[in-house]
């Protein structure tokens, strides 16, 4: 799979542009006034820090990858992206340039990218990647059906918009123009752990990702945030995002081991890179699942079991000894009253109330002073992993971690 087209998001990817806000609001749209054009260019040059993308890293990039076609889409007015680019950028030649005027609808609607893509002849959506900086490009890109990598280097600070980028879980995350080429010479380079170990490639530079989400009880309940570690993506079955979830492997693969006895080879070596990660300093460790409802298949029940078979421990410096690591299925237990969150389209604070209510440490015994991981499969809201954390701690588990197989993505 090879990347045809790359657009760029404008504001606070390739320039920094904080500060120009009061310059690209719908008030703006079709001004060209010499007036706003000189107020604009006045205040860009009131920062010598504007270039995020120098035009030497872009024009090399376009050298690297010469039957690659570039663009630029952006919410701001065509007036204030042209002059922008012109002065910033006025060597860089831009395939197409796709601002607010140019479609009925604009980010997170992906309008901009079916019509960039259409236009310059490029058929296939996954041919097509998005590198922008925030929530509203992880949405769009995904509800295009195309990559989308986010370039973390004006996140300084980070603000919310960032975490919210984070918790959609994008394809790669990176930071400037030289970890960009190989991203788009390898696509798959940056994506989540599980999601890469399934392609089967191996390629040069990889660094291993899991990502670590924030979940969050509802208000009423009260209570810190929990961080779950996240091995890749279940993309749901929305409407809006059903071109990317037409193309996505381990969406496929969690759908078709609903009720599975076995498991791929690659979910377990997933598995095993994290309880290795995650011992390293947690020595005495007891590995747990999440329960099944009643009623329902024991599924992480026999993941566990595979997964204790195949289990391999670290190697081991000499004078250290390997972490010690039991693997526990009946650790936790719903009540006979549980239901299926997803079978009776709960909404969260209906999931939290009945994983709260039938959630259970049936073996505390098994947890008191040891470290745990509990694993899962797919986390939504993050009730059922939230609420295990908080029972086993209260059940003396030292410590705890959570780990799911995927994050499940929405629509917005």
Not at 205 to 213: A, C, F, S, T, W
Not at 345 to 352: E, N
Request: proline content about 6%.
């Amino acid at each position: 799979m090879s990347i045809q087209l790359c657009l760029f998001d404008l504001d606070n990817t390739l320039l920094r542009t904080n500060d120009l806000e009061g310059f690209r609001g719908r008030e703006n749209v079709n001004n060209t006034s010499r007036e706003y054009t000189r107020g604009l260019l006045r205040e860009y040059d009131r920062r010598d820090d504007r270039l995020l993308y120098t035009p030497e890293q872009l024009t090399g990039l376009q050298d690297d990858f010469p039957d690659m076609r570039w663009g630029v889409f952006t919410r701001a007015p065509r007036h204030y992206a042209k002059t922008l680019l012109e002065e910033a950028y006025p060597e860089v030649e831009w395939d197409i340039v796709v601002a607010y005027e140019d479609v009925r609808n604009t980010k997170p609607n992906p309008e901009g990218i079916v019509l960039a893509a259409r236009q310059l002849g490029i058929r296939r959506r996954e041919q097509v990647a998005l590198v922008g900086d925030e929530k509203t490009d992880v949405v769009c890109a995904y509800r295009s059906g195309c990559w989308v990598f986010i370039d973390q280097t004006s996140w300084q600070p980070r603000v919310s918009e960032h975490w919210y980028a984070l918790e959609r879980v994008p394809d790669a995350l990176f930071e400037g123009a030289d970890e960009l080429a190989p991203l788009l010479a390898s696509p798959y380079l940056g994506v989540p752990e599980l999601e890469y170990l399934i392609t089967g490639e191996r390629l040069e530079g990889r660094q291993r990702r899991i990502d670590k989400v924030n979940h969050f009880f509802p208000r009423a309940i009260g209570g810190r945030p929990v961080p779950v570690h996240i091995m890749g993506r279940l993309f749901g079955e929305y409407e809006d995002i059903r071109f990317r979830r037409g193309w996505h492997t381990l969406t496929d693969q969690i759908i078709a081991h609903k009720d599975a006895n076995e498991f791929p080879e690659e979910w377990i070596q997933a598995i095993q890179r994290f309880v290795h990660m995650d011992t390293v300093a947690n020595p005495d460790t007891v590995v747990i699942v999440v329960p099944f409802k009643p009623g329902r298949t024991p599924r992480l029940e026999r993941l566990l079991d595979q997964f204790a078979e195949a289990y391999q421990p670290p190697r081991v410096t000499l004078g250290r000894r390997a972490p010690a690591v039991t693997f526990r299925s009946n650790v936790l237990a719903f009540r006979p009253g549980a239901v299926s969150s997803h079978g009776n389209h709960l909404d969260k604070d209906q999931r939290f109330a009945n994983v709260g209510e039938n959630l259970h440490v049936a073996r505390p015994q098994d947890v008191q002073g040891k470290h745990v991981i509990v694993i899962d499969d797919v986390v939504t809201t993050g009730a059922t992993l939230l609420w295990s954390h908080r029972y086993l701690r209260e059940a003396g588990a030292r410590s705890v971690s959570c780990l799911s197989l995927a994050q499940a993505i929405g629509a917005s």
